[in-house]
């Protein structure tokens, strides 16, 4: 008798090697080796930290550095890279590693995981993104450990804070060992920059990290031309933060910013608006912010980073090609052209079907949540699902408090934040053929 093979799509193998990811990590980290004595670790507790580590978001029930010892701090690591450069960067390295020729196959997962529009060249940006990261991670390891000299007792400990640290913030993860985030250096600006600067090279997209190292490797040579992409992502991932940086500062001025100096109310503003992009550190109590800054700190996590990146949300172009549209409408324009180029009608449509889903998604779990979590604020409910859904990680302190199904909620959130809303809706997909007939077609009353 002939077997028969399950035919599944590369977004259904993709969101299952995800699933497997979560179910090992879920194993690693409750090893008696990766936890210290005598601490409470229930299943849901290490599934909750696998996938929001897989996931690379941050929320956690428990305190990472109460918890987890030194050899679970570097497995927590690994699952933290694992996550957040994507599972098929560091599949492809091992099969280049074995060398294992990459078909056609392993070449659709990688388009699928990367989310590339072609098959050209998936190999080598594979191993351009991973080297790329680890370059970063290597020098903001070296520069925070010297650093954090200053802070702890051992060379030893400064410099396990400085890898945690570098890997945190450059894979956007917002886990962190100190027990209390970025906290203690609210006044130490250079640890900030620091870690400001990884979370923005991680967020705004690999494909941008790789242009511009062409663009500084080659522009002596000849005239380089950034793709729309870059241009897009870039323009519109620095704009959000000046925007955000600019809202923090109006709304708290006269209330969390009060007697503070400049330098003070700058870099609170600038750090908060920048981790909310995907990072998920803070160094401050986000819940001492007023409803206003609140709500804008969602709306930035909801979109999240770039398309591309270690991010979640909706990605800065989703949102920035949804506003263009608007926009070009408004002015009676039957096309977007921006940087002297002109956006297919394809990525228009795709624009729409992620945010309007991302809002049923989100309108739903904020719903649930609030059924299932009667004892929480509106706000506290609204702010927790927006950083799960853009694996950001910032909280207002409720998550180690949630019920076993608000837990549930917030894991499914996280999940589909990292795999993405196109991949989720793929699930349901098969490999059925296109329809090669229409249906007349019949206009409807709109708006």
């Known amino acids: 008798m002939k077997k028969r093979s399950i035919d599944l799509t590369p977004v259904q193998l993709i969101v299952l090697f995800y699933l497997f990811a979560a ?3 879920t194993t690693l980290l409750s090893l008696p080796i990766a936890h210290k004595p005598e601490v409470e670790w229930t299943l849901i507790d290490a599934m909750f930290t696998a996938v929001s580590a897989i996931s690379v978001t941050g929320l956690t029930v428990v305190s990472t550095a109460d918890t987890f010892s030194v050899p679970g701090i570097f497995i927590l690591m690994f699952v933290l890279q694992f996550g957040g450069i994507g599972i098929m960067t560091l599949g492809t390295f091992i099969w280049v590693a ?54 702890f007792p051992t060379w030893q400990e400064a410099f396990l804070q400085g890898v945690f640290a570098s890997v945190s913030a450059t894979t956007n993860a917002g886990f962190d060992i100190t027990g209390s985030s970025l906290v203690p250096f ?13 979370l923005i090279l991680g967020a705004i997209g690999f494909p941008v990290l790789i242009e511009i190292r062409d663009y500084l490797k080659y522009k002596g040579e000849y005239r380089y031309r950034f793709s729309l992409f870059t241009l897009l992502t870039t323009s519109t991932f620095f704009l959000l933060i000046v925007i955000g940086v600019v809202f923090i500062y109006v709304f708290e001025r006269t ?3 009060a007697g503070m100096a400049w330098h003070e109310s700058l870099f609170y503003s600038l750090f908060q608006s920048i981790t909310t992009r995907n990072g998920g550190l803070a160094t401050m ?27 979640g949300g909706i990605r800065t172009t989703t949102f920035a090609i949804m506003v263009l549209t608007i926009v070009s409408y408004a002015k009676g324009q039957n096309s977007i052209r921006i940087f002297k180029r002109q956006v297919a009608q394809e990525d228009i449509q795709k624009s729409f079907i992620v945010v309007s889903t991302a809002m049923i998604i989100y309108g739903a779990a904020i719903i649930l949540m609030s059924y299932l979590e009667p004892n929480f604020r509106l706000m506290e409910i609204i702010f ?37 809303i196109f991949s989720f809706l793929f699930l349901i997909k098969g490999n059925s053929p296109k329809d090669n007939f229409d249906f007349p077609k019949e206009k409807v009353i709109i708006g």
Do not use: H, W
Not at 126 to 151: D, N
Not at 286 to 295: D, I, R
Not at 386 to 400: E, K, N, Q
């Open 23 to 25: 179910i090992i990590a």
């Open 98 to 151: 074995l060398g294992k020729k990459i078909g056609f196959k392993e070449r659709q997962l990688i388009k699928t995981d990367q989310n590339q529009s072609t098959f050209a060249g998936l190999v080598n940006l594979m191993k351009q993104i991973l080297g790329i990261i680890l370059v970063i991670e290597l020098i903001g390891a070296t520069v925070l450990g010297i650093t954090f000299l200053q802070y």
């Open 186 to 198: 609210a006044e130490d600006y250079f640890v900030q920059f620091i870690n400001m600067t990884l």
């Open 255 to 257: 209330k969390f910013f």
């Open 285 to 311: 109590d986000v819940s001492e912010f007023s409803v206003p800054t609140l709500l804008l700190l969602c709306f930035l996590m909801f979109v999240g980073a770039s398309p591309s990146s270690v991010g």
């Open 384 to 420: 927790e699902v927006s950083s799960a859904f853009g694996t950001t990680g910032l909280s207002m302190g409720i998550t180690p408090e949630l019920s076993t199904g608000g837990k549930i909620v917030i894991i499914a959130l996280m999940f589909i934040g990292r795999i993405g």
